[in-house]
């Protein structure tokens, strides 16, 4: 049974429309603190982080008085990385971490992402649990007035998320000499990026870290990769860090000002986890994984393995086969040695620790030479369209052209209405012709 509210990556979707107000906020927050005090007769804890949407300020105070209305302790961290309320959740021995936010997209979009005490994405299982409790009456899950929750704010979360961050690696780890560009997108990072980076000594140039509530990933961050790329040209950085909106994502520029994208990254750090660290010599992708990715580290020994899109995807094959090295193209990597889900500046300061045995990163992060490739997202009325006769014709003769010397990858996106297609082929001048036969299919 496919779940109701609940997508590929928590609950996403336009502000003060459908799913995201405040009510269903209300609903969202009773509903999950009714399951998790279920499971014991005692009064369970949460802790709530967020992103730099105005809307947050709006959100957050209606999934709050869900929580307490259900008898849930709840702490609110202010603007956090999404991997540190992760990481916090563990830490504290909270039952449940929401983190409010949607990501990449922009400001008019809101969504939540939910784990739970092992600081991992609550299951598939758990969310259709809570989706059953969403739609009771609610005065069912009302706690007694003497048994409401109480609320609490902690203004040191991000000062406990690099301490974290930062416990990784030897005490005498330093930056001290580097030129660092960072773009924080103007969201949940802008605090924590340019913090950690100064405390390891580094010259930090910072962008996109001073956030009005609106301009969250607008024309900035790893979604608009070629802003970094020009800043640390402008800069003569060493290298240059974009994160995204929740800091799940990062994409890096090399001292040439040449953007690098996840599947470089995992290549990098593939490469130097191999001798001691890879866990069951593998690494995990993604179906947008370039070819030139696999290539390589089947070249290396390495096995190489593919998930369905979406970060949830490569940390469940990730724990199915035991690896902890796994990602998107995207820049959602996962370093299982030291996180539960993809972290941007975790994987900075991975890559970072990495460049003390070269001087210039674009020696450092350019491992394989990528085959051609073109993603482009379509927006659609009903992203239902792709099952039509007209689109799997469309399919049907793409592959057909491809003549099994390439790949095509015709999605739904599972956060926002758009089909996303992905064409990747040796023959350079398919690729366009072969984004506007699929494009055709699909837009009346």
């Keep these: 049974m496919s779940k109701k509210y609940f997508g590929t990556d928590g609950i996403r979707g336009k502000v003060n429309k459908k799913?995201?107000?405040?009510?269903?906020?209300?609903?969202?927050?009773?509903?999950?603190?009714?399951?998790?005090?279920?499971?014991?007769?005692?009064?369970?804890?949460?802790?709530?982080?967020?992103?730099?949407?105005?809307?947050?300020?709006?959100?957050?105070?209606?999934?709050?008085?869900?929580?307490?209305?259900?008898?849930?302790?709840?702490?609110?961290?202010?603007?956090l990385p999404t991997n540190g309320l992760a990481m916090l959740t563990k830490k504290f021995k909270a039952n449940l971490g929401i983190m409010i936010t949607a990501s990449h997209n922009l400001y008019y979009d809101n969504g939540l992402k939910l784990f739970g005490p092992d600081g991992m994405k609550l299951s598939d299982k758990i969310e259709k649990k809570i989706e059953k409790l969403i739609d009771l009456n609610i005065r069912l899950n009302l706690s007694k007035p003497e048994s409401l929750g109480r609320v609490k704010r902690l203004?040191?979360?991000?000062?406990?998320?690099?301490?974290?961050?930062?416990?990784?690696?030897?005490?005498?780890?330093?930056?001290?000499?580097?030129?660092?560009?960072i773009d924080c997108a103007n969201g949940a990072g802008y605090k924590a990026g340019p913090l950690l980076l100064k405390s390891l000594g580094a010259k930090v140039f910072v962008y996109g870290a001073s956030p009005n509530g609106l301009n969250i990933n607008h024309n900035c961050g790893s979604t608009n990769p070629q802003s970094i790329g020009k800043i640390v040209k402008k800069h003569k950085a060493d290298i240059g860090i974009a994160l995204d909106g929740d800091a799940d994502r990062i994409i890096l520029s090399d001292s040439n000002g040449k953007i690098i994208d996840g599947d470089q990254i995992i290549a990098t750090i593939a490469k130097s986890w191999k001798e001691n660290r890879l866990i069951k010599n593998g690494v995990v992708g993604t179906l947008m994984s370039n070819f030139g990715l696999e290539k390589y580290l089947h070249d290396m020994g390495v096995n190489f393995f593919r998930s369905d899109v979406g970060d949830r995807h490569v940390k469940s094959l990730m724990k199915k086969k035991n690896i902890n090295l796994g990602g998107e193209q995207s820049g959602h990597i996962i370093l299982g040695k030291f996180a539960t889900t993809g972290d941007g500046l975790l994987v900075a300061l991975e890559i970072l620790y990495l460049m003390r045995k070269k001087t210039k990163s674009s020696e450092l992060l350019n491992?394989?030479?990528?085959?051609?490739?073109?993603?482009?997202?379509?927006?659609?009325?009903?992203?239902?369209?792709?099952?039509?006769?007209?689109?799997?014709?469309?399919?049907?003769?793409?592959l057909k052209l491809i003549k099994n010397k390439g790949r095509l990858l015709v999605r739904k996106s599972g956060t926002e209405n758009?089909?996303?297609?992905?064409?990747?082929?040796?023959?350079?001048?398919?690729?366009?012709?072969?984004?506007?036969?699929?494009?055709?299919?699909i837009i009346n």
Excluded at 34 to 49: C, G, R
Excluded at 163 to 176: A, V
Excluded at 377 to 397: D, L, M, Y
């Design 367 to 398: 491992e394989f030479i990528p085959t051609p490739q073109l993603l482009e997202n379509i927006t659609v009325k009903n992203k239902e369209i792709i099952g039509s006769k007209k689109c799997q014709k469309a399919i049907s003769q793409s």
């Design 19 to 79: 799913n995201i107000n405040g009510e269903m906020f209300f609903k969202f927050g009773l509903a999950a603190g009714t399951y998790f005090k279920n499971l014991k007769k005692q009064k369970q804890t949460a802790i709530i982080a967020k992103d730099t949407r105005l809307s947050g300020y709006t959100l957050e105070p209606a999934l709050v008085s869900g929580l307490t209305s259900a008898g849930m302790h709840v702490y609110t961290l202010g603007p």
């Design 155 to 181: 203004e040191t979360a991000n000062e406990d998320y690099i301490k974290i961050l930062k416990n990784n690696y030897p005490s005498n780890f330093s930056l001290k000499g580097m030129k660092i560009a």
């Design 418 to 441: 758009k089909i996303r297609v992905m064409v990747e082929t040796l023959d350079k001048d398919l690729l366009n012709k072969i984004v506007k036969i699929i494009k055709r299919s």
